[in-house]
């Protein structure tokens, strides 16, 4: 999976600028606050570059994100590290650092990325694991009813900076009988000062989710289901939600 994700990495942040990252930790901050998280330690799993945890620690919370990706740390830590910010490589699905925090959160679907029952099962164990009594777990996730209604389709999404410019080709292909979609990319990586170009083939394999499934499986980690959600909305799931956003509770 670090593989992926390596690759992934050089590209990442200018696929991704629209992202409204502010807009999105102030809601994650409303979800924690709405039940009793107002300050204090947060750990991020799949923390990515760093975005979130950036704009977290601007909020006030200190954040200790962790990531399968070496090349996606070593861009978090250039982004800058701070008393309230830290991030390390590790494995979502068995880290274990030997504190404990007052919340939890994993966003940008990691949720998804864990394909198998044991990947899931193993992330929801570690979020529990490093959550005092009490603590909240906020993540996000595919929502099968929505994506079963409106399937992924293939897409071309064309980008450029200084640096470079990116043209990248998603096609997908669904695997119904266990619940995942395989998100095969197509990346061309030109440089812009020397016209050079690179080839990247990717997949991506992505698992979509009921909350049948999710709140058992919270419940078998430790932790009971407090709401399930759009997510950056407070509208109920139904069959148009492709984004779900899950906040828990460690019992």
Not at 46 to 57: D, N, V, Y
Not at 79 to 96: C, I, M, Q, T
Not at 218 to 241: K, T
């Amino acid at each position: 999976m670090s593989d992926v994700f390596d690759a992934y990495a050089a590209y990442y942040d200018l696929l991704y600028r629209d992202k409204d990252y502010p807009a999105e930790a102030q809601y994650v901050q409303s979800l924690l606050r709405r039940h009793g998280v107002k300050d204090g330690e947060i750990l991020e799993l799949g923390c990515g570059t760093g975005k979130h945890a950036e704009q977290l620690a601007r909020l006030g919370y200190s954040v200790h994100g962790i990531d399968i990706s070496p090349s996606m740390i070593d861009i978090a830590r250039r982004r800058g590290s701070s008393d309230l910010v830290r991030f390390d490589v590790g494995d979502a699905r068995s880290a274990r650092l030997n504190q404990q925090f007052n919340a939890a959160i994993s966003l940008f679907h990691v949720a998804s990325y864990q394909t198998t029952n044991e990947d899931l099962a193993g992330m929801l164990a570690t979020a529990a694991a490093h959550l005092k009594t009490g603590g909240i777990f906020v993540f996000d996730f595919w929502y099968e009813p929505g994506v079963l209604t409106d399937p992924p389709t293939e897409r071309v999404k064309n980008l450029k900076d200084e640096v470079i410019e990116v043209v990248r080709t998603a096609k997908p292909k669904f695997h119904p009988n266990d619940n995942v979609v395989d998100v095969n990319y197509n990346v061309t990586v030109k440089q812009r000062g020397n016209g050079v170009s690179s080839q990247i083939e990717e997949t991506h394999r992505m698992r979509y989710l009921f909350l049948p499934e999710l709140r058992y499986m919270l419940q078998a980690a430790g932790m009971e289901m407090l709401n399930a959600g759009r997510w950056m909305s407070d509208e109920n799931l139904d069959l148009r939600s492709w984004q779900a956003v899950v906040t828990a509770r460690r019992t």
